[in-house]
């Protein structure tokens, strides 16, 4: 499979991006995801192109989002949207499988979620690790940076399932040095 360059998909965002402010917010995410991705401990043996073009590229759904879309929606319209340019399947569950720490059948239907009534769980161990770099960065307004703990105390209120899950990622991967990336993008961590 080939992996498309960092200047390709940032073609793409600046493709399906509906303001330049949007592509702005989107892929400053994107490429901070990348760089805290870069740091897990766990990540050897991983193919990290893969991991890099995954981090780039699991947001794009957000430009794809009306005004009165529910955000869960995002990471399906990037899928639907990398399919549309022909993107192989393997980079297209980066977007459709990095919410929260998986979202499964159940919560589909106990949340009654705007999602087909299936399992966006992270399979491969690049896409725990997108999913996971993904947690420590918000483009909320102002954007920013999240440590483990208040992500952890975010996620409880779907349940200690994901609690212990998100638990698990940080072991595996590391927590990240969040006051470098802090300092250079000017983001405040929360």
């Known amino acids: 499979m080939r992996i498309p360059t960092d200047l390709e998909i940032r073609a793409l965002h600046e493709r399906f991006a509906p303001t330049p402010e949007a592509f702005e917010l989107v892929w400053t995410h994107c490429l901070i995801v990348s760089r805290i991705a870069e740091q897990a401990v766990g990540a050897d043996g991983l193919d990290m192109d893969l991991v890099r073009a995954g981090c780039l590229l699991h947001d794009i759904g957000v ?27 393997t980079l ?4 459709s499988h990095h919410t929260g720490v998986g979202i499964t059948r159940d919560d589909v239907r106990r949340q009654r979620l705007p999602l087909p009534d299936c399992d966006f769980l992270a399979e491969t161990a690049e896409e725990e690790l997108v999913m996971y770099a993904d947690k420590f960065h918000s483009k909320s307004t102002p954007p920013r940076f999240l440590t483990a703990a208040t992500f952890s105390a ?32 000017g983001h405040p961590i929360t």
Not at 75 to 81: C, V
Not at 154 to 177: H, I, W
Request: glycine fraction near 10%; include cysteine.
């Open 92 to 95: 297209r569950r980066f977007c």
């Open 63 to 89: 430009h794809r989002l009306a005004p009165a879309d529910p955000y869960v929606r995002h990471g399906l319209l990037g899928y639907e949207m990398l399919g549309e340019v022909g993107l192989p399947e």
């Open 154 to 185: 975010r996620v409880s209120r779907f349940g200690d399932d994901k609690v212990e899950r998100f638990a698990s990622l940080v072991e595996r991967f590391g927590e990240p040095d969040l006051a470098p990336l802090a300092a250079e993008f």
